[in-house]
């Protein structure tokens, strides 16, 4: 047999080693050729009475085994329609069957780890006898299933729980937290750390000692840890708080969740062959359903892709920044200064006068002293990094930056004398990157040397948090831009985007839908509690009318004023429009800034809707249900989105979910508004938006691109 | 259809439900007995005549486990031959057995029935049946399951009732309760519980606090703060998308108190109140039982006061004694305001939160004093109702004779 993906070699003991090293994938994980060999090579180990057991380990570094391989997973979901629910069964708990065959195999199997072990690879840890672990606090174990919609489904939730008691279990599963070694040791998940040279001899020497091919739910008197069984007070104790806990975080939109607890709650009253069935049960569940799919698709297989920068220009080489020449030192301009340095660019960070500049690296100085005190980073490397940071009002000092980035005043004329000045000094090949939220790339490339090596490099606040960054093209931007700019964005290890010039870009355009039609709601007199409620719901990030005080209804307001200005008749006035206004014009209300918004932020307090608001805008008697208000909120984004498709604002459906998803905070259970669509149905989300747009004006028009699609029945993502 | 008469009714004095309450010595099966056993004395006739003993009762596990009705019934020597069957509507359990009991009689499937209720809360945990509706996360998820406590805030929030509102009623529960038993108005039915050879454990409730004032309850922490902030409050407001936060009014103070107790009520047709020389005090009209959201769970009793009305052809207007049990302040003040009454107009003789909740008796217990009101005040009806878990309520009419 050749092997692609697990190594058998018998040594002098007749013990068998197991090297799990997947062809063409540079980390480990479960594809066919692995299940097929591990299969294989069980079958020997258990009828060969020679051999006496085994070890397995991994040959790569990275890696134990990183869990499926979802790009497989996906396949078998592409083909989901066609399959019966026996079918999907099958496939599920064909994982299960192969990992019981290991424990069951009559010949002691244990496991020596010294990297990664997340899903399918901590539950095939789990399946052997005994485990040994490297000493390496880096080691990441864990079950992270539930960031993709799904379950553990190779036994996990059954077998985690009988190692370290069901409580103690579920926060893993239902997180998707990491454990170190030390942390598994301490609660039972693996029997021993060793030095990483050391592992194999001590899986081998367990053996050779005598160790027994009989896992403890096998045996007779076998208890859970810390209880089991519906009649113990703590395992109702924790049946009861558990659901509610975990609703407060899910809002009910991610079914994994439940699914993780029934298969718990189940699964551990059950004897564990019993138990695993009803494990693949709730695993086929999630294949079965829309939200597992739509998020494997989006956060793992197309955030991957981007994150190799599937978009970047083949044929350019690669162009690594050494040299970031950081142009304005507030808030923006500080965390992009700070994120640069972690990834080891040199930044000259300049501002109009050294003290501003100053400030902006003092903003790099606070998080890296709270780095260091959290014990994140030590002192040395520390200071290393604020090393790398020179503050200046000195644009001389930009000489020799191979990239700049403008982070200042959201002014034409300010920006355009900033490029001129900078380009004065920097190098002709230096690529010119703007920040800008607001202003067209293509109007601001005007003021460049070279159109071509002007583009946008859109960041979002706070920059050391949010993942995503967009990159937009303008009309002239060139591909030596493009790669650049993406070659950065994997050096300071960030999502990117690509999308083309347009008012807003794609995300802030899409973004700003959703508190407008939160005020429009407003205006009408639906209840501010419930709108907001709605979009939380929903699962959106964060509430409609808090994200506007975040963003700043001042900001809201002039942002507002200059559409109007730039698009003249073309503008369409909105009930927003007068709440934006009387709040900020008429109310003083500018947002969190001043400590008065659409809410009140009580010195100290939790913060609540401004009951001011009611008066203003009184409660219409009748009042929508929350499946309407949630469909205005979440429908009226998605349609721009899709409009953004349409003028090729946006050009790909994978960047459009995925900038939804990390760049405003779009529901991740969709899987993105476009994966959403799709899951509606393009026929009726068309025809929904039809009669909202009746009823509510020209915001919920379907463009012209969706209407073609829903005619010939094509969807987004094809299938 | 037959017409379901009240020949008697008796009831336990209330016991605080801990360690230190006086019947708690006293095991539930002796408890329920003992009320039995009274009612064969006060009426002097053959208890055999008995068809079927109901008995509610919630927690029924451990010693309130197994059909606890049939045994207490052998155990007051009713003979081997009076069956017994158990019902769980939880907290209008004891009423559902005194229903049922009349609706066997209405039927014509029997002549002679006891509809009862028991719960030693000292012995057996509340909640140690545990139940899919609490922990089976398929089911709790399904219907947004909270702890009732959060459930009563809710309502407090939802239908605007301050912490203010829900002590004041507290405290004239207290006052009522004091002033009915310093007036005797529970004389006719109590029945002091004895041990084994005779001696008075307790002959008064000892859960009330008399003299309790608004100012003492506002001292008190309202109970539910952490429980909604680790998730139970979210899952209920998850519910009610209009509603900003919960608001928590509730703690011991205005809240039905954990006590042991039992009642039994002995139920008939007229030709068997002849036989055996039993006077009827009362007719079953109607009854009602109704399901409403079970998250918010404890917003029932409208419904089925309305839903009893409606079956006996009866109007608000026509009832004269209201009992709708104090299970938490928020559901008294919230049934007034649905059913447009005022608070003055129930509950006249106090109620559970001075008095206590026994969970499987409190239901006969109130249809019990109920009787006793209308005897003393010679007036004609009364709605007994109770909100029950999981969103139920059940409500009965009866009408003095």
Redesign the interface.
């Known amino acids: 047999m050749t092997n692609k993906a697990i190594k058998f070699e018998l040594d002098n003991d007749n013990i068998a080693l197991l090297t799990i090293d997947v062809e063409g994938q540079s980390m480990n994980v479960i594809n066919e050729d692995f299940l097929r060999e591990l299969k294989a090579h069980i079958e020997k180990i258990s009828s060969d009475d020679n051999i006496k057991g085994a070890v397995i380990c991994s040959g790569k570094d990275n890696a134990f085994l990183a869990g499926a391989d979802l790009n497989m997973l996906l396949g078998d979901l592409a083909m989901n329609d066609q399959a019966s629910p026996e079918d999907i069964f099958k496939t599920s708990f064909s994982l299960n069957k192969l990992f019981r065959s290991l424990e069951t195999c009559g010949k002691p199997i244990a496991v020596a780890i010294a990297g990664l072990t997340l899903g399918g690879g901590l539950e095939l840890a789990m399946s052997c006898h005994y485990r040994v672990v490297a000493d390496n606090d880096k080691i990441k174990m864990g079950l992270p299933e539930i960031q993709v919609g799904l379950i553990p489904g190779a036994g996990g939730t059954q077998r985690l729980p009988r190692l370290m008691g069901i409580q103690a279990a579920l926060p893993y599963m239902l997180q998707g937290k990491n454990m170190s070694p030390k942390q598994a040791l301490a609660s039972g998940v693996i029997h021993e750390i060793a030095p990483v040279g050391d592992i194999i001899n001590k899986a081998k020497a367990w053996i050779l000692g005598g160790g027994k091919a009989e896992q403890p739910w096998d045996q007779k008197r076998f208890k859970i840890p810390g209880g089991q069984g519906?009649?113990d007070p703590n395992?109702?104790q924790t049946?009861?708080?558990?659901?509610?806990?975990?609703?407060?975080q899910t809002?009910?939109n991610y079914p994994a969740a439940?699914a993780i607890?029934?298969a718990v709650?189940e699964g551990h009253q059950l004897p564990i062959d019993l138990a695993l069935k009803v494990e693949s049960t709730y695993f086929a569940q999630q294949i079965m359903g829309t939200v597992a799919p739509n998020m494997i698709r989006t956060l793992f297989v197309n955030k991957n892709k981007a994150d190799k920068l599937i978009r970047r220009p083949k044929d350019q080489p690669e162009m690594k920044t050494k040299k970031l020449g950081m142009l304005g030192a507030g808030l923006m301009g500080g965390g992009i200064a700070y994120v640069s340095a972690m990834a080891g660019i040199e930044v000259v960070l300049l501002d109009r006068e050294l003290e501003f500049a100053q400030k902006g690296k003092d903003y790099s100085k606070t998080l890296l002293d709270k780095a260091v005190s959290r014990k994140k980073i030590n002192q040395e490397k520390a200071d290393h990094i604020l090393s790398l940071i020179t503050p200046t009002a000195d644009y001389a000092d930009l000489e020799g930056c191979d990239l700049v980035i403008e982070a200042v005043l959201e002014d034409v004329d300010v920006k355009a004398d900033v490029t001129k000045k900078t380009q004065a000094v920097v190098p002709d090949s230096c690529i010119y990157g703007s920040n800008t939220s607001t202003l067209p790339i293509s109007i601001l490339a005007k003021a460049s040397k070279d159109q071509q090596k002007f583009i946008g490099i859109h960041f979002f606040s706070p920059v050391d948090k949010m993942p995503l960054v967009e990159i937009i093209l303008g009309k002239n931007t060139g591909d030596e831009a493009l790669a650049k700019a993406l070659d950065y964005v994997r050096q300071i290890r960030k999502t990117p985007i690509v999308v083309n010039d347009s008012r807003g870009f794609y995300t802030s355009r899409c973004f700003m839908t959703y508190p407008v039609e939160a005020s429009n709601m407003l205006a009408e007199g639906v209840?501010p509690?419930?709108i907001e409620?709605?979009g939380v719901?929903a699962g959106m990030a964060v509430g409609p009318f808090a994200v506007n005080d975040e963003v700043g209804i001042e900001l809201s307001y002039h942002i507002g004023q200059a559409t109007k200005a730039a698009l003249g008749d073309a503008y369409k006035a909105e009930a927003c429009d007068g709440v934006i206004e009387k709040l900020y014009k008429e109310l003083g209300r500018k947002g969190k800034k001043n400590h008065k918004g659409f809410y009140e932020y009580p010195e100290g307090g939790k913060k609540?809707?401004w009951p001011g608001l009611a008066t203003h805008y009184p409660l219409a008697p009748e009042?929508p249900n929350?499946e309407y208000?949630t469909k205005r909120l979440m429908y009226r984004q998605a349609l721009e989105v899709a409009r953004c498709y349409q003028e090729n604002v946006v050009t790909d459906p994978e960047d459009a979910d995925i900038g939804a998803i990390f760049g405003w905070g779009f529901a991740p259970w969709t899987g993105g508004p476009l994966s959403m669509i799709d899951t509606i149905g393009v026929d009726k989300f068309v025809e929904e938006c039809d009669a909202l747009a009746q009823k509510h004006g020209s915001m919920f028009d379907v463009p012209e691109n969706l209407r073609k699609m829903s005619a010939n029945g094509e969807t987004f993502y094809g299938s | 259809m037959t017409d379901a008469y009240i020949f008697d009714h008796v009831r336990s004095p209330r016991g605080r439900g801990k360690k230190d309450g006086s019947l708690h010595s006293v095991t539930p099966i002796n408890l329920l007995a003992q009320m039995f056993t009274a009612i064969k004395d006060r009426n002097d006739f053959d208890v055999t005549a008995i068809d079927d003993v109901i008995t509610g009762c919630v927690t029924a596990v451990g010693e309130q486990g197994g059909n606890i009705g049939r045994f207490a019934a052998i155990m007051a020597d009713y003979g081997d031959e009076v069956p017994g069957m158990h019902v769980n509507r939880f907290c209008a359990s004891g009423l559902v057995a005194a229903n049922y009991a009349a609706a066997r009689v209405m039927a014509g499937q029997a002549d002679l029935m006891i509809g009862s209720g028991v719960e030693s809360m000292s012995r057996v945990q509340m909640g140690f049946d545990g139940g899919a509706w609490l922990i089976d996360p398929q089911v709790t998820n399904k219907i947004s399951s909270v702890l009732q406590g959060i459930s009563a805030d809710m309502i407090a929030t939802k239908y605007g009732f301050s912490r203010t509102d829900c002590d004041q009623y507290a405290v004239l529960s207290q006052e009522r309760t004091k002033s009915a038993w310093d007036k005797g108005h529970f004389n006719n039915s109590i029945i002091p519980i004895k041990d084994s050879i005779g001696q008075v454990l307790l002959d008064r409730d000892e859960h009330m606090r008399p003299g309790t004032t608004v100012e003492d309850l506002g001292n008190l922490k309202s109970s539910f703060n952490d429980m909604g902030e680790i998730g139970f409050d979210s899952v209920i407001l998850q519910k009610y998308p209009e509603i900003e936060n919960v608001i928590h009014v509730h703690h011991a103070g205005n809240a039905s108190g954990i006590v042991d107790g039992a009642a039994a009520m002995l139920i008939g047709t007229k030709e068997a109140g002849e036989k055996h020389a039993l006077k009827p005090r009362a007719r079953l009209v109607s009854f009602a039982d109704t399901g409403t959201d079970p998250s918010i769970m404890l917003t029932g009793p409208g419904k089925s006061a309305r839903a009893a009305l409606a079956r006996a052809g009866l109007s608000k207007d026509d009832i004269d004694v209201w009992e709708i049990n104090e299970a938490f302040a928020s559901v008294v003040l919230r049934f007034c305001q649905e059913m447009d009454l005022s608070t003055k107009q129930v509950n006249v003789n106090g109620g559970a939160i001075a008095m206590g909740h026994p969970l499987g008796a409190t239901g006969n217990m109130l249809l019990g004093i109920a009787l006793d009101e209308l005897e003393r005040t010679n007036k004609r009806y009364a709605l007994v109702t109770l909100c029950v878990a999981g969103g139920m309520a059940t409500a009965t009419i009866i009408e003095r004779i």
């Open positions: 519906v009649y395992i109702v049946f009861m708080g558990a659901p509610a806990m975990t609703q407060k809002k009910n439940v607890l029934s709650y209840s509690v419930l409620n709605c719901y609540f809707i009042q929350q208000v």
